[in-house]
RNA sequence: GCCUCUGUAGCAUAGUGGUAUUGCGUUGCCUUGGUAAGGCAAAGGUCGAGGGUUCAAUUCCCUUCAGAGGCUCCA
């Protein structure tokens, strides 16, 4: 702190009606500044450098801009162009940089929406100009001005009117407006320069030249507000940093990621194929991604077992009534395939597992000894899914489910639930998946599609709640988001490239349990009605297996990999004794594969590298005299006078325990 | 479903109003090698499908199918 300021505000703290606040900054500290100071003053008084470097301030959780006065007591902290926050605040000035490049451009373009987003930015334009990745060179490079000209960012609270005037012949903005009016909020706009303003709730950056080094990424189209009913605009999106070198790394990682698709290493690696003869969203399991499949399924079982679960199988298709029954026909019909009449009945091919597990449940008069009943199956589904929203394994329109339903009374209901959380974690865990969190789905009131009574939603909500605090697994609230029958918690995973997925839905389910009179006889000689846990921790095998494949960028531990050996001969001569080390690796249950074409050994290194087999073993004369072989693992390391007897106790011990990464 | 874009051999690509380029892969021959591509040769395509314009269409137009990026939807 300069010493002028410090002896401001101690001159000012001795007169009596020193109007002081106290903020708390990250660390704990508190320090004292004059009412109405501003973020960018206090980052003075800290220090020049840190001045220039903020960009805005977070106030009790809230992000503010560095020039909103501060009038309480409050957290206090600056961002940064380092912090997560802080490059949200730059995407959001560079989102308005965007749409200014694009004003000053194309004079007939109406600016619609847009906003910061976890990566970046976009916004939204109605044009009659089609717009193109071929147009991003110029609309970057008057960006690239704007931000060069600094111009200064300005907040200012205007009346409706005004507004309605800067925006004439805006009918996005003037709908926006009619909206603000009903709702008796202030019209907040931002100026960049004296040009160009929007309406925005902010908060920005104080100057343009704060944004650093902007680039466009893609364009595509997006209802205005989100409402298919609505036309349709041009969305644009971009990306800002202030340091080059991150820019560099953000548009390197996406690269990465593209090199990642699972579509395409699922064609290199021979794990799936779409064909254009059976129809969009149907897979086929090749051989090796089958292994894959298999593997997963079979460890599910165990691992149920071992949780609890039993196992039944029922039919892929039903009788109409059966869906009439559970309600989910007037929902879903369009997205179930067309039924088909069989004896003068419609039989539907089924979408989910539920009604199926539920008539398990049904199938015996059922006792609370019997409770909790954990009915597991990996059923096969399918969904007539929108074509527009069939993408390789992640929306398929023929899926096997890693599906269970889990009878119990309300009063086993939460630690059910826990259990459940906690069978995520396991799974999770050992697939090194380490960033995912639950996202709570309710129903939003308004909406006259949620079907049953209110207390049972409030029932189910708050059983939901008790589970996942109880449960200390971090959680989020979506309003809107529930199933008709009840509220629903995600699991969102991320993969290490950061794309994220719903991997598993799950509910506690108080309304399919009457609808189909499910019941149980309690301690008292009574029916009483059983509470339903639907749970899926693995998913699909299609999204989950593509999710794997870009996480592990197709490089499967070894207990997964459809090959996990492959042995590479130096000389053709060898291939008989070669084939009875093959033979040994076989008998130990270890997927192993015989490389014994005439072609060199770098040759047959680099195709098993590309083919991401985990262990390459290679065998020359060395090593048949001495029962051994030369090891390389998938990261190039190489080790000679590998014991075979030694390795393929190993390696047993690394697909018995499912290691992630190979221990030897 | 909607908007925009794309569709050339198994894969990745070049190109054009006069039936097509290159690489990898495949097959054959030579080579028998020590940790990310040994050499030579050959085969492989009704340029997604159907229709139209034209003397002539893979190229231009229409329809359709499939895919991509989004949006809407997702039990």
Redesign the pocket.
């Given at each position: 702190m300069s010493n002028t300021n410090q002896s401001k505000i101690n001159s000012a703290r001795k007169s009596k009606d020193f109007p002081g606040i106290k903020i708390t900054l990250p660390d704990g500290s508190k320090k004292e500044y004059k009412k109405g100071v501003s973020g960018y003053e206090i980052a003075k008084s800290i220090g020049e450098g840190l001045a220039r470097a903020s960009l805005a301030v977070v106030v009790d959780g809230e992000v503010w801009d560095l020039d909103r006065p501060i009038d309480k007591n409050c957290n206090f902290k600056i961002l940064t162009g380092k912090d997560h926050e802080g490059k949200k605040v730059i995407w959001h000035t560079a989102e308005h940089i965007l749409t200014q490049a694009m004003l000053n451009l194309y004079p007939g373009v109406l600016m619609a929406m847009g906003p910061a987003t976890d990566e970046g930015y976009y916004f939204d334009f109605d044009s009659n100009k089609?717009f193109?990745k071929e147009d991003f060179e110029k609309i970057e490079s008057e960006m690239k001005k704007i931000i060069k000209a600094d111009l200064p960012i300005v907040r200012k609270e205007l009346s409706v009117k005004e507004v309605r005037k800067l925006f004439k012949g805006n009918k996005y903005k003037q709908e926006w407006l009619d909206e603000i009016e009903q709702n008796k909020e202030k019209a907040t706009i931002y100026y960049t320069g004296e040009e160009f303003a929007d309406l925005c709730a902010g908060p920005h950056v104080r100057s343009t030249s704060q944004v650093g080094y902007v680039k466009l990424l893609?364009?595509?189209?997006?209802?205005w507000r989100?409402?298919?009913e609505n036309e349709?605009l041009q969305?644009i999106y971009g990306t800002a940093f202030q340091d080059k070198k991150e820019l560099k790394k953000h548009l390197n990682l996406l690269e990465e990621a593209k090199k990642r698709d699972h579509?395409k290493i699922g064609?290199e690696l021979d794990i799936f194929e779409?064909d254009?003869d059976i129809?969009?969203?149907l897979v086929i399991w090749l051989p090796k991604g089958n292994i894959i499949k298999e593997e997963l399924e079979n460890w599910a079982k165990e691992t149920e077992e071992k949780w609890g679960y039993v196992r039944v199988t029922t039919p892929m298709i039903t009788k109409e009534g059966l869906f009439h029954t559970s309600e989910?026909l007037p929902h879903?019909k369009d997205?179930?395939f067309a039924p088909m009449n069989i004896d003068g009945e419609k039989y539907y091919i089924k979408?989910?597992n539920?009604p199926f597990h539920h008539k398990v449940f049904s199938a015996r008069p059922r006792s609370y000894r019997d409770l909790p009943l954990r009915v597991a199956e990996y059923g096969t589904c399918h969904?007539y899914?929108?074509?527009?929203?069939?993408?390789?394994l992640m929306?398929v329109r023929g899926m096997q489910m890693n599906d269970a339903h889990i009878y119990c009374t309300k009063e086993q209901a939460v630690k059910e639930f826990i259990d459940v959380i906690r069978l995520h974690e396991y799974y999770y865990k050992k697939l090194g998946i380490k960033e995912y969190q639950m996202e709570l789905a309710l129903r939003d009131p308004s909406d006259d599609k949620y079907h049953g009574e209110e207390e049972m939603w409030v029932e189910a909500e708050d059983l939901m709640r008790k589970a996942m605090e109880k449960s200390g697994v971090k959680y989020k609230v979506e309003q809107g988001g529930a199933?008709f029958y009840g509220p629903?918690i995600d699991f969102q995973i991320k993969s290490v490239i950061g794309r994220e997925f719903t991997a598993s839905?799950n509910q506690i389910d108080l309304f399919m349990p009457g609808k189909f009179n499910l019941k149980y006889a309690g301690k008292d000689g009574k029916d009483h009605v059983p509470v339903v846990i639907?749970r899926a921790p693995l998913g699909t095998h299609e999204r989950f297996i593509g999710f794997l494949i870009e996480h592990f960028a197709g490089k499967f531990p070894i207990w997964l990999s459809p090959v996990q050996v492959r042995i590479m001969t130096?000389?053709?001569?060898l291939e008989k004794k070669a084939q009875k080390v093959v033979d040994e690796f076989k008998k130990a249950g270890i997927r192993v594969e015989l490389d014994n074409r005439?072609?060199?050994?770098?040759?047959k290194?680099?195709e098993a590298?590309?083919q991401k087999i985990p262990i390459?073993l290679?065998i020359?004369?060395?090593?048949i005299e001495n029962n051994t072989v030369?090891l390389?693992t998938l990261d190039?390391q190489?080790k000679?006078g590998v014991k075979v007897e030694k390795l393929i106790k190993k390696l047993r011990e690394n697909i018995d325990d499912k290691e992630l990464k190979f221990k030897f």
């Amino acid at each position: 702190m300069s010493n002028t300021n410090q002896s401001k505000i101690n001159s000012a703290r001795k007169s009596k009606d020193f109007p002081g606040i106290k903020i708390t900054l990250p660390d704990g500290s508190k320090k004292e500044y004059k009412k109405g100071v501003s973020g960018y003053e206090i980052a003075k008084s800290i220090g020049e450098g840190l001045a220039r470097a903020s960009l805005a301030v977070v106030v009790d959780g809230e992000v503010w801009d560095l020039d909103r006065p501060i009038d309480k007591n409050c957290n206090f902290k600056i961002l940064t162009g380092k912090d997560h926050e802080g490059k949200k605040v730059i995407w959001h000035t560079a989102e308005h940089i965007l749409t200014q490049a694009m004003l000053n451009l194309y004079p007939g373009v109406l600016m619609a929406m847009g906003p910061a987003t976890d990566e970046g930015y976009y916004f939204d334009f109605d044009s009659n100009k089609r717009f193109s990745k071929e147009d991003f060179e110029k609309i970057e490079s008057e960006m690239k001005k704007i931000i060069k000209a600094d111009l200064p960012i300005v907040r200012k609270e205007l009346s409706v009117k005004e507004v309605r005037k800067l925006f004439k012949g805006n009918k996005y903005k003037q709908e926006w407006l009619d909206e603000i009016e009903q709702n008796k909020e202030k019209a907040t706009i931002y100026y960049t320069g004296e040009e160009f303003a929007d309406l925005c709730a902010g908060p920005h950056v104080r100057s343009t030249s704060q944004v650093g080094y902007v680039k466009l990424l893609s364009i595509a189209s997006a209802y205005w507000r989100g409402n298919s009913e609505n036309e349709q605009l041009q969305r644009i999106y971009g990306t800002a940093f202030q340091d080059k070198k991150e820019l560099k790394k953000h548009l390197n990682l996406l690269e990465e990621a593209k090199k990642r698709d699972h579509r395409k290493i699922g064609r290199e690696l021979d794990i799936f194929e779409i064909d254009e003869d059976i129809g969009p969203g149907l897979v086929i399991w090749l051989p090796k991604g089958n292994i894959i499949k298999e593997e997963l399924e079979n460890w599910a079982k165990e691992t149920e077992e071992k949780w609890g679960y039993v196992r039944v199988t029922t039919p892929m298709i039903t009788k109409e009534g059966l869906f009439h029954t559970s309600e989910h026909l007037p929902h879903y019909k369009d997205s179930m395939f067309a039924p088909m009449n069989i004896d003068g009945e419609k039989y539907y091919i089924k979408p989910m597992n539920c009604p199926f597990h539920h008539k398990v449940f049904s199938a015996r008069p059922r006792s609370y000894r019997d409770l909790p009943l954990r009915v597991a199956e990996y059923g096969t589904c399918h969904r007539y899914e929108q074509s527009g929203a069939i993408t390789g394994l992640m929306r398929v329109r023929g899926m096997q489910m890693n599906d269970a339903h889990i009878y119990c009374t309300k009063e086993q209901a939460v630690k059910e639930f826990i259990d459940v959380i906690r069978l995520h974690e396991y799974y999770y865990k050992k697939l090194g998946i380490k960033e995912y969190q639950m996202e709570l789905a309710l129903r939003d009131p308004s909406d006259d599609k949620y079907h049953g009574e209110e207390e049972m939603w409030v029932e189910a909500e708050d059983l939901m709640r008790k589970a996942m605090e109880k449960s200390g697994v971090k959680y989020k609230v979506e309003q809107g988001g529930a199933a008709f029958y009840g509220p629903k918690i995600d699991f969102q995973i991320k993969s290490v490239i950061g794309r994220e997925f719903t991997a598993s839905t799950n509910q506690i389910d108080l309304f399919m349990p009457g609808k189909f009179n499910l019941k149980y006889a309690g301690k008292d000689g009574k029916d009483h009605v059983p509470v339903v846990i639907h749970r899926a921790p693995l998913g699909t095998h299609e999204r989950f297996i593509g999710f794997l494949i870009e996480h592990f960028a197709g490089k499967f531990p070894i207990w997964l990999s459809p090959v996990q050996v492959r042995i590479m001969t130096i000389s053709q001569k060898l291939e008989k004794k070669a084939q009875k080390v093959v033979d040994e690796f076989k008998k130990a249950g270890i997927r192993v594969e015989l490389d014994n074409r005439a072609e060199s050994i770098p040759k047959k290194v680099r195709e098993a590298q590309l083919q991401k087999i985990p262990i390459m073993l290679t065998i020359g004369d060395k090593e048949i005299e001495n029962n051994t072989v030369a090891l390389r693992t998938l990261d190039g390391q190489v080790k000679f006078g590998v014991k075979v007897e030694k390795l393929i106790k190993k390696l047993r011990e690394n697909i018995d325990d499912k290691e992630l990464k190979f221990k030897f």
